[in-house]
């Protein structure tokens, strides 16, 4: 499928910062039914049946050769199984809202492990955008915001931290692939191997699900499996087609905001002080560590 019209692009964008935004909200309430690991499975079966249909119509659905199969572990296993899993975990115990802050300081965990690794360069800007977002990590984990006496709050907080540095890992490793097949090419794979490993996790650790079947329980799932996964993956394989790099990582900085929102009318959290702070130093250190990235690239674009 060829790039899409600007108009086009910002268009479906928004619908992707939308439909990941309120996924928060909808994750949360879904583990209130089921466990998290029969909660990411039953929506990635979902995804996988939309994102079937939608490749098998465009034409995108090709066999991924050897050299691909590093990269469809990569994703399939550390963001759409780990992440999903210890996003799904840690909802039960932490609002949404909070939960959407913390899970959207990959960029940051990014930033701080890559020249670790000797993946990437340091710059003043990513050093200012990791302690600006290390900061606003600290204000979302002061007393006043987390109940530290509590210690389930506390383990939501940590897994879905941990789900952020899961997805870090994945995108450190994306960065170094090197393509064979086009992502969007590839997302049927992906999905498949997360669909497969999340639900034999899911009947091991807690047996056949028993689920008490309801319309609004369907239509959560639905919104889950083919909005906020197969709809949001499909369209951001075609906004990167379109957009520039650092303008879909600034936008998707919108998601956490988004997530906040929602939680507010979907689920009637509060937006205290501390979680504003927390989002404003959080998206602004993300904001700060993509400027960085792209001069450094910028950089080395020009040095040869």
């Known amino acids: 499928m060829n790039a899409l019209s600007p108009r086009a692009a910002v268009g479906l964008f928004l619908i992707v910062v939308l439909a990941w935004g309120v996924n928060w909200s909808v994750t949360k309430q879904l583990v209130q039914f089921l466990p998290p690991l029969w909660t990411a499975a039953i929506r990635s079966w979902i995804a996988l049946v939309g994102l079937f ?3 098998g119509l465009s034409n995108n659905l090709v066999i991924p050769e050897r050299r691909d199969i590093p990269v469809v572990l990569s994703v399939a296993l550390l963001h759409m199984t780990l992440f999903s899993t210890l996003v799904a975990a840690g909802l039960r115990f932490l609002p949404a809202s909070k939960g959407v802050v913390l899970g959207y300081t990959t960029p940051l965990w990014v930033a701080i492990a890559a020249p670790l690794l000797a993946k990437d360069t ?3 800007p990513k050093f200012a955008g990791a302690l600006l977002g290390l900061i ?3 204000v979302i984990l002061n007393p006043a915001s987390i109940d530290w006496t509590n210690v389930n709050v506390v383990l939501g907080a940590g897994m879905v931290i941990l789900a952020a540095i899961s997805w870090a890992a994945n995108i450190i490793y994306i960065r170094a692939h090197r393509w064979i097949a086009s992502p969007l090419q590839l997302l049927i794979w992906q999905v498949l191997v997360a669909t497969i490993v999340l639900t034999v996790s899911a009947t091991i ?3 056949l699900p028993h689920v008490e079947w309801s319309w609004r329980l369907l239509l959560l799932f639905l919104y889950s499996g083919l909005i906020g996964t197969a709809l949001a993956y499909w369209a951001m394989s ?3 087609k379109s957009i520039s790099a650092l303008t879909t990582s600034l936008g998707t900085t919108a998601t956490p905001l988004v997530g906040i929102a929602s939680a507010a009318i979907l689920l009637g959290e509060p937006i205290d002080v501390s979680l504003a702070v927390a989002a404003a130093l959080i998206v602004t250190g993300i ?5 960085g990235d792209r001069l450094l690239r910028r950089q080395a674009t020009a040095s040869g």
């Open 136 to 138: 606003g990590l600290a």
């Open 238 to 240: 075609m906004v990167n």
């Open 287 to 291: 904001g700060f560590a993509t400027l």
């Open 122 to 124: 340091l710059t003043a």
């Open 53 to 55: 249909l939608v490749l």
């Open 205 to 207: 650790t807690d047996g």
